[in-house]
């Protein structure tokens, strides 16, 4: 079955630590999407990849890095500059970046840093 | 930037029918409609683009009204199943910007 994996479901971690969060797709989508969710809110775009070793930042990208080295890979790290980053992380993919195109998104990550 | 959606909740007993509203202070070219169980991710229901083309589930009813700006989700005959968090995203790709949500309770 085709589909997004994201993991692990839920993460701790202390502050100052850099944390990965793993996102891995089969759908061989080519375009790829990091999302950060806050209770009551909607999905607030950190990065989106258009294709492998290209990515841009979304509106709120600083404190987070990722990488595309691999068409199905888009790992994103929390990094200790990121002031609040306890929330839900949801990747997505879709086939190409445009407007037609549905999104599938992964079952997401928790993250709580103490 | 962001669509603004209404209600923000709303609360129905099965069978009943439910309208949400996504209207954005910018030109649409698509909007997109998910739903969201709590603690899942969000799955697609519906993409209506400019022009009159949509896609998605068949049982899932929208309008676009490009000149205003907006589009309306249509839950007839609402079941249990219905609950969730609904999303609008307007504009596509890594344009989109999703709305704060509507939050549907479905009573028995």
């Known amino acids: 079955d085709g589909g997004i994996t994201q993991s692990p479901k839920y993460l701790f971690r202390k502050e100052g630590q850099n944390v990965t969060l793993s996102c891995e797709q089969n759908?061989?989508?080519?375009?790829m999407y990091w999302y950060r969710q806050d209770p009551g809110q909607g999905l607030r775009l950190i990065y989106y990849?258009?294709?492998?070793?290209?990515?841009q930042k979304g509106d709120i990208a600083e404190g987070y890095s990722v990488s595309r080295e691999k068409k199905e890979s888009f790992p994103l790290t929390v990094t200790s500059a990121q002031k609040n980053p306890t929330a839900f992380y949801l990747c997505?993919?879709?086939?190409?970046?445009?407007?037609?195109?549905?999104?599938?998104f992964g079952p997401g990550t928790r993250l709580t840093v103490t | 930037q962001q669509p603004v959606q209404s209600p923000q909740a709303v609360i129905l007993r099965e069978g009943e029918d439910a309208v949400i509203n996504c209207s954005s202070s910018?030109?649409?070219?698509?909007v997109h409609w998910y739903r969201q169980k709590h603690g899942e991710a969000p799955v697609f229901l519906m993409i209506?683009?400019?022009?009159?083309e949509q896609k998605g589930h068949e049982k899932i009813s929208a309008s676009f009204n490009e000149k205003k700006q907006q589009s309306s989700l249509y839950l007839t005959a609402s079941q249990l199943s219905y609950s969730g968090t609904y999303f609008c995203?307007?504009?596509?790709?890594?344009?989109?910007?999703f709305g704060a949500g509507t939050r549907l309770t479905v009573k028995p």
């Open positions: 997505a993919s879709s086939m190409a970046s445009g407007n037609s195109y549905e999104q599938y």
């Open positions: 910018k030109a649409l070219y698509s």
């Open positions: 990849s258009q294709i492998v070793n290209d990515f």
């Open positions: 995203g307007a504009g596509g790709g890594n344009d989109m910007r």
């Open positions: 209506l683009l400019k022009g009159g």
């Open positions: 759908l061989n989508h080519d375009a």
